[in-house]
């Protein structure tokens, strides 16, 4: 989690002292330099595999419409890989948007966070929220004070959403001229995407053991339920491991401690 600072003094122009911080010192420039650099870096990569997106949407049986409307008004790509997907393997329409849902519940977390962390006026809120994905939320907790925090999600929230939605539009128009996107594999390219920006946050031992649990149940439950049910069941994985490490942690209760064979030795 980024934590606010505040920018240590520098010997000024005539020998007292101005924050580093402020928008006219070198140190500023350069941050801001440094923020954009990297926001660009996430918003160009990211948005490209809209594309992706496109193809696969429209391989699905959606309309040129319905894939732009989703990109513009969903925008949050997991969730779209998930409908799409769900809906290509013959899933039930609303168990498709069931597991698109859930998937997108974890902005309202990380809008809870961004919201102190930013402090935006209320005014630009609803509009912010739109912007709140994994992608700006990592630009922004890594900055390290609030001016670069906004200047980092601002570009990465702009840069992403107009690149994702123009590859968007050229992967829906383009899908006819590729013919059978089966072929190509580009079924594949959704969860790709999605684990090569899941993979780097797993820091610890309970969120690989959460994911790879996640992973089994998917995978073991994919030939026995309706397409979309599996994801769904997967999410169970957190809480579950959640709470065998709680009883873990908890160790031996009072009562197991009395009837354990000396224990008051």
Known sequence: MAEQ?????TAGPAGGTAPSGTPDSPGARTTD???VRDALGVGVAVGLS???FGVTS???GLTLLQTCALSLLVFTGASQFALVGALAAGGNPYTAAAGAFFLGVRNAFYGLRLSQLLALPRALRPLAAHWVIDETTAVTLAQPDRRAARLGFTVTGVSLYVLWNLTTLAGALGAERLGDTDAWGLDAAGPAVFLALLAPM???TTERVTAALAV????GLLPVLPAGVPVLLAG???PLVLFLKGRAGRGPTDADAATTPGADR
């Open 236 to 238: 169970l994985s957190a």
């Open 5 to 9: 600072t505040t920018p240590l003094p």
């Open 216 to 219: 089994v149940l998917a995978l």
């Open 202 to 204: 797993l820091t610890s």
């Open 58 to 60: 429209a391989g699905s």
């Open 50 to 52: 809209g594309f992706a």
């Open 33 to 35: 330099a440094a923020v």
